[in-house]
């Protein structure tokens, strides 16, 4: 059996059912020790309210869901990105989050150069490493599937992510966080999980449905899809990885539309079937 106490449900697998203080209070309701915080929701409860009914419920925070999309070739608008990074950073240490997940950014069509791109992407990054260490937050960089590096990231591999931590040095601020949807299909999962160890920061379940309808917003339950999400999680605790397993599922065909309470039932009973 898996520890109930390591069950996480990012907030965006009811984004359409409840609002950050309904989260807050159906996880607990539910007896989910621990939620992830999507940022827009976030805005709308207000930081102070969110962090008082966070810790009043008992919840741990496995993750603020998301900061980034720092690629942009323009310098105004790439500095304005960076500070809603550092904006970001101030909200994950308000609600005591074990990590800020960060999303690179896409390639921005004025460039087609993505070798540029990721060093755009990994020079914002540097920059802005000291303000999270300030802060006191990691920053867990979280590779995309390589479909949606026009739109979304151009880090899409885990080997990727481990050479921009080598890059940036700074072990004790960056992490990586692992989504089994982004990075299932890649074969050198195994080494480079092994070779990223201790800077597994976060850990994010969701399945691949064979007849996907949406590279974004169709994510599967655990258990309706192909991968083998067992492995993975093995892989990320050989790799000396101990925290949450957050279940991140956006699906707007189906897990959306569906009761609040069901969805979390299933998500319960599948994370000791289908985890
Ligand atoms: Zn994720």
Same mark, same amino acid.
């Given at each position: 059996?898996?520890e109930p106490r390591?069950?996480? +449900?990012?907030q965006?697998t009811?984004m359409?059912?409840?609002?950050l203080?309904?989260?807050i209070e $159906?996880l607990?309701r539910?007896?989910?020790a621990? +939620?992830?915080v999507?940022?827009?929701k976030?805005?709308?409860?207000?930081v102070?309210?969110?962090?008082?009914?966070?810790? $009043?419920?008992?919840?741990a925070?496995s993750?603020?869901c998301?900061? $980034?999309?720092i690629?942009?070739l323009? =310098?105004d608008e790439?500095a304005k990105a960076?500070?809603?990074?550092r904006r970001?950073?101030?909200?994950a240490a =308000?609600?005591?989050?074990r990590c800020?997940?960060f999303?690179?950014?896409?390639v921005d069509p =004025?460039n087609k150069d993505?070798?540029?791109?990721?060093?755009?992407?990994l020079?914002?990054?540097a920059?802005?490493? &000291?303000?999270?260490?300030q802060?006191?937050?990691?920053i867990?960089?979280?590779p995309?599937?390589p479909?949606i590096?026009?739109?979304?990231?151009v880090l899409s591999t885990?080997?990727?992510?481990n050479e921009?931590?080598?890059?940036?040095a700074?072990?004790d601020?960056?992490?990586i966080?692992?989504?089994t949807y982004?990075v299932?299909?890649? &074969?050198e999962?195994? &080494?480079?999980?092994?070779?990223?160890?201790? =800077?597994?920061?976060?850990f994010h379940?969701?399945d691949?449905l064979p007849d996907?309808?949406d590279?974004?917003?169709?994510r $599967?339950m655990?258990?309706d899809?192909?991968?083998?999400i &067992?492995?993975i999680?093995?892989m990320?605790?050989?790799?000396g990885?101990?925290g949450?397993r957050?279940?991140? +599922?956006?699906?707007a065909r189906?897990?959306?539309?569906r009761d609040s309470?069901?969805v979390?039932?299933?998500?319960?009973?599948r994370y000791?079937?289908?985890?």
């Amino acid at each position: 059996m898996l520890e109930p106490r390591l069950l996480s +449900i990012n907030q965006v697998t009811l984004m359409q059912q409840w609002s950050l203080k309904q989260a807050i209070e $159906g996880l607990a309701r539910h007896d989910v020790a621990a +939620i992830s915080v999507w940022r827009e929701k976030l805005h709308e409860l207000g930081v102070a309210e969110a962090a008082r009914m966070i810790e $009043g419920h008992g919840l741990a925070v496995s993750g603020l869901c998301f900061a $980034g999309l720092i690629t942009s070739l323009d =310098r105004d608008e790439a500095a304005k990105a960076r500070d809603d990074v550092r904006r970001a950073i101030d909200e994950a240490a =308000r609600l005591k989050a074990r990590c800020l997940v960060f999303v690179a950014g896409g390639v921005d069509p =004025r460039n087609k150069d993505i070798k540029a791109t990721r060093g755009r992407a990994l020079d914002g990054l540097a920059s802005i490493v &000291p303000h999270a260490r300030q802060a006191g937050v990691k920053i867990a960089l979280e590779p995309l599937h390589p479909m949606i590096c026009a739109t979304r990231s151009v880090l899409s591999t885990m080997k990727l992510a481990n050479e921009w931590c080598d890059t940036l040095a700074a072990e004790d601020t960056v992490g990586i966080a692992v989504d089994t949807y982004a990075v299932w299909w890649d &074969p050198e999962l195994e &080494p480079q999980i092994a070779r990223a160890g201790k =800077r597994i920061c976060a850990f994010h379940i969701s399945d691949w449905l064979p007849d996907t309808q949406d590279l974004r917003l169709d994510r $599967g339950m655990m258990g309706d899809g192909v991968i083998d999400i &067992p492995a993975i999680r093995r892989m990320v605790e050989a790799a000396g990885y101990t925290g949450h397993r957050e279940v991140e +599922i956006f699906s707007a065909r189906n897990w959306w539309k569906r009761d609040s309470d069901e969805v979390v039932r299933t998500v319960k009973e599948r994370y000791q079937t289908a985890v």
